[in-house]
């Protein structure tokens, strides 16, 4: 009995569609033109990202918690490899939301409908 309580509460509680917080970085101008793991041809200029686990082809609404702005991003990559953050976005991404001076922002996401 107790084994199933555990397995429905852990099932309910995992919410694909929840706004979910953490950093952003964006690639370097080095990764043009090289194949991400989609499998598509990386090009800085458009709205893209790169995150572990989410399907190819999601789209994510991403908000810079510091200013409010929002950029909507596809799912192209896999990464970041680096534990504090959650994605990297192409430069022209970050750039409608972010400074690229910075490097690195806090941010909000959510998977859009």
């Known amino acids: 009995m107790m084994i199933s309580t555990l397995g429905i509460y852990s099932f309910t509680n995992n919410t694909v569609d929840a706004k979910k917080t953490s950093y952003a970085s964006y690639y370097h ?8 793991a989609s499998g598509e041809i990386f090009d800085n200029s458009k709205l893209t990202a ?6 190819f082809g999601t789209e994510l609404k991403v908000t810079n918690l510091r200013n409010g702005k929002e950029v909507i991003v596809t799912i192209n990559d ?3 490899f680096h534990s504090s953050r959650v994605l990297d976005m192409s430069k022209a991404a970050f750039d409608e939301i972010g400074d690229i001076d910075r490097g690195t922002i806090p941010v909000e996401y ?3 409908d």
């Open 78 to 80: 896999r990464g970041p």
């Open 50 to 55: 790169a995150h572990r686990t989410l399907p």
């Open 110 to 112: 959510e998977i859009v």
């Open 29 to 36: 101008d080095k990764f043009n033109g090289r194949k991400t």
